[in-house]
């Protein structure tokens, strides 16, 4: 019998905070009684939705038999005290009995009200009622069997419920309705400023989200022209060198904007597509400088479709050309790759051209526009984001990017 009851308190347990969790299943709730509970607790606001599952949480099982084992202890202590007090009046077992019964009502008004104030501003004179009525007929009937236990006569009892009655009523409304009352109110005002704070708090993230795509429509606009002068710039001086690769440059240039125009308004495009744009442009920049630019492209199939903020490897691959491989003589290779590094995706752009200059990563290579916009762009698409640069251990500059992975489940397959 014990187990029985005990499975049916777990069952309808798990069933409300099946409920409270998602109100929508509250339909599916077989039996009459169960179901008008279920409906009660999904028509309950949100934010008390939450409050009351943490606190069902809480207290479910084991839990609950020992807050209601305290609880009674507390009742049946205050019942002594009231029989110490009054001896002539309360009986020691009555007295444990009665300050029970209260406690326990007032408890679990308390708890209704803890959890359920906005429902009572809403129908608050309809719940008075309700109260009113129950602590009525409560009085009466105790009244009434009090006076017939101890004179028999219905005319004593109806004199009795008289005068015993009003004072019954005030002493129940200060002891029940009146903590009621202040509870609902203190609650409804913490509900009220929680639900400003919650509105305050979405309006914040809105305005932020807000100023974070301006700004990246902003580094993205200062990004754009860079790169795209750049290369027509490369266009132009191998046209008036009379170059016999000028064709080929020319496809080469068609590659390079049709891999780089799709991308240009996008906020993260797939690594596969950044890599395929980088190695068009590094070709574009090999037939202008010849013999003088090497390069490598390393992507593994495991890293194709990861997510990253459009052009940052594209402005690494331009750095490394202006900075390290054009200024040097002799010119140099650049090696473009990506690999996975502790549950983290690292982006590496390595030269082997003139290195950082004197001052170190604040000038040259380290620093300039592109770079802080990399910087910028790495720190609004993930605060965990970053970008270094140093001197390689050969000469020439490595510039790093580390950033969470983030891969897109429908792109297309790595080029082969």
Known sequence: MLKKCTDWYRSIDDESLRVLKHPEMAEQVQGRGRRYVAMKLAR??????????????????AGFYIAAFKLMLLFSAIGAVLHLLLPAKFELLKAIVFSNGLGFALAWGL??????????????????????????????????????????SMDMAFERLLRV??????????????????????????????????????????????????????????????????????????????????????SDLIA??????????????????????????LRVMQARMGA??????????????????????????????KHGIEPSLRGGQIS???????GMLCLRVQDTGMGLPEGGAGSGQGGGLGLENVRSRLLLSAPSASLSVRD????????EILLPIKIASSLKEPAA
């Open 44 to 61: 309950l606001t949100p934010i008390e939705r939450q409050q009351l599952h943490d606190f069902l949480l809480k207290y479910r099982g």
């Open 111 to 152: 708890v209704g009200v803890w959890f359920n104030y906005r429902s009572s501003v809403r129908y608050k004179f309809k719940k008075l009622l309700l109260i009113v009525s129950t602590c009525a007929a409560g009085v009466s009937a105790g009244v009434l069997l009090a006076g017939l236990s101890d004179t028999g």
């Open 292 to 321: 003088r630019l090497f390069f490598g492209i390393d992507l593994p199939a495991g890293c194709a479709h990861a997510m990253i903020p459009s052009m940052i490897l594209l402005t690494l691959a331009e750095n490394a050309i």
């Open 165 to 250: 009655g009003g004072v019954a009523l005030l002493v129940a409304g200060l002891f029940y309705l009146v903590p009621l009352a202040i509870v609902t109110a203190w609650r409804n005002r913490q509900y009220e400023a929680l639900t400003l704070q919650l509105q305050q708090d979405a309006e914040r993230d809105r305005l932020a989200r807000e100023l974070s795509e301006s700004q990246l429509r902003l580094l993205r606009a200062q990004i754009e022209p860079h790169f795209l002068f750049n290369t027509l710039g490369a266009v132009q001086q191998l046209a008036e060198q009379g170059a016999p690769r000028a064709a080929a440059l020319t």
């Open 256 to 281: 390079f904007l049709r891999a780089s125009l799709a991308e240009m308004r996008s906020e993260q495009v797939p690594l596969q597509s950044e890599f395929d744009m980088v190695a068009a442009y």
């Open 336 to 342: 473009v790759s990506a690999l996975r590094r502790d």
């Open 392 to 399: 390689g251990e050969e000469g020439g500059v490595i510039a």
